[in-house]
């Protein structure tokens, strides 16, 4: 089993969607949590990042963690075109030098 | 913010000729810098970590004689793949710990063996 589970899609949706974006874990160590964007041959930008439980907003943008669950969440509220990217979830915690775990990345598509 | 610049941005060469990439930390010092590897439709992969002033620390299965890095001042990291073979064409990015939670990245490298 992978440390970090994350449907690669693709996710394509019409402008003014609400995206739900997911990810997975099965190390309880994990205590960050962060939300990458990559525009296709760049790399990746930081969006957000939670620690432990809870929710966080900025923008258009919340990202939610359940660490009960072990599954966190980015959405996306009043998508729009410019938003079409690939959305990596990372996450790290004490296990063995916060080493940072990436999920596959989902590629968003939203139309116009 | 943070930046970190990465050099070049796209690279064609032929089989067993060695290519370097680069990174910089444009607006501050960089003790680590982080190498990944990217094919398509898949994720990040660690590959080594760079820290300045000592070898870096490879991660399994990545050959250290084949993936060169050298970080020899707080702003500069450099990847050179030798002997470079088309199974070794990838997306190569570097990276910089900012934090606990944050990393900035480089733009990547595109490189591709013919």
């Known amino acids: 089993q992978k440390e970090v589970e994350q449907d690669p899609g693709p996710l394509s949706v019409p402008e003014g969607a609400i995206v739900s974006l997911n990810c997975t874990y099965s190390?309880?160590?994990?205590?960050?949590f962060m939300w990458y964007r990559q525009y296709s041959r760049k790399g990746p930008e930081l969006l957000m990042y939670t620690y432990s439980s809870g929710n966080k907003e900025d923008g258009r943008f919340t990202a939610q963690v359940d660490k009960s669950s072990k599954y966190i969440s980015l959405f996306i509220r009043d998508s729009q075109p410019s938003d079409s990217a690939t959305y990596l979830c990372a996450m790290t915690g004490n296990t063995g030098g916060f080493k940072t775990i990436f999920g596959a990345g989902t590629r968003l598509f939203v139309k116009a | 913010g943070a930046v970190v610049s990465q050099h070049p941005s796209r690279v064609i060469c032929k089989s067993g000729t060695s290519v370097k990439i680069e990174c910089r930390s444009l607006d501050f010092q960089a003790t680590t810098m982080f190498w990944y590897r990217q094919f398509p439709k898949q994720s990040l992969m660690l590959m080594a970590t760079?820290?300045?002033?000592?070898?870096?620390?490879?991660e399994q299965g990545v050959e250290k004689d084949k993936f060169l890095i050298n970080h020899a001042s707080l702003t500069l990291s450099t990847l050179t793949v030798t002997s470079a073979h088309p199974e070794d064409s990838s997306f190569y990015i570097c990276s910089a710990r900012l934090d606990t939670y944050g990393y900035t990245f480089g733009s990547g490298t595109r490189l591709t063996v013919v």
């Open positions: 760079s820290n300045e002033g000592s070898k870096a620390t490879y």
């Open positions: 190390n309880s160590a994990f205590q960050y």
